[in-house]
């Protein structure tokens, strides 16, 4: 973790980033579980906090497609007050950072390192196709998630899933973000409340976003 008065240039991440630690958290791909009431008391048992908020976005495969490639390209977590770098498209294993600006716009630029744990997506056919399941026909449903996790360094340990999916009965389209964390940092511990209120104001902000971006970018 690294603060700065001005937002941090590329070269200033990269290099802050190849001085990275490894994972700070032992819970590596725990945002998978939790959609699980037990598995969620388990890790508040743990210390850990779980947030999950969900948003519609669209409408039918087209605005599903859309949706995968803002995820794809961290589109989501643009924001202006928060930014990725380096923006290459997401991959499995992949090292980036996270810049925020702890209480825009006046406030200082904080650089927290993250790793690109998992990338899946997960898709269900109608019954007669599941006969065929090489053939890339007759999905009714599917889900394209990601999960990033914290790096020593963070102010936080743990994790956040991003994930968008398509409803196999009325086509509806869900963003959602899901996560994980506690302190890992002398002044998250002691900011801790200040810390929530930033992550929950992150989820807020970029699941309007989102809604928002899809509604205005809408084909006609």
Same mark, same amino acid.
């Given at each position: 973790m690294t603060f700065s008065l001005f937002k941090p240039t590329r070269a200033k991440v990269e290099e802050f980033l190849s001085t990275a630690g490894e994972l700070n958290y032992?819970?590596?791909?725990?945002t998978r579980g939790?959609?699980?009431?037990?598995?969620? %008391?388990?890790?508040?048992?743990? *210390?850990y906090r779980v947030c &999950? @908020? %969900?948003?519609?976005?669209?409408? *039918?495969?087209?605005?599903? &497609? @859309?949706?995968v490639a803002k995820?794809?390209?961290?589109d989501h977590i643009q924001l202006g007050w928060t930014t990725v770098v380096p923006d290459a498209p997401v991959k499995k294993g992949s090292?980036?950072?996270?810049?925020?600006r702890l209480l825009p716009p006046i406030g200082a630029w904080v650089m927290n390192p993250l790793n690109t744990v998992y990338v899946e997506t997960k898709r269900t056919k109608v019954p007669l196709?599941?006969?065929v399941p090489i053939l890339p026909l007759g999905y009714n449903s599917s889900r394209f998630s990601f999960a990033a996790g914290t790096k020593k360094g963070h102010l936080l340990a743990g994790e956040e899933r991003f994930s968008v999916s398509i409803d196999k009965k009325d086509k509806s389209v869900t963003y959602e973000i899901s996560s994980l964390s506690k302190p890992a940092h002398l002044l998250s511990r002691v900011g801790y409340p200040l810390v929530c209120l930033l992550q929950s104001g992150f989820i807020r902000h970029s699941t309007?976003?989102?809604?928002?971006?899809?509604?205005?970018e809408k084909p006609l």
């Open positions: 032992d819970e590596k791909c725990g939790l959609a699980d009431e037990e598995e969620v %008391s388990r890790l508040k048992s743990k *210390g &999950r @908020r %969900s948003v519609a976005i669209g409408e *039918g495969w087209s605005d599903y &497609r @859309r949706a995820l794809k390209q961290w090292d980036v950072c996270l810049c925020a196709l599941n006969l309007r976003s989102m809604a928002r971006k899809m509604r205005r």
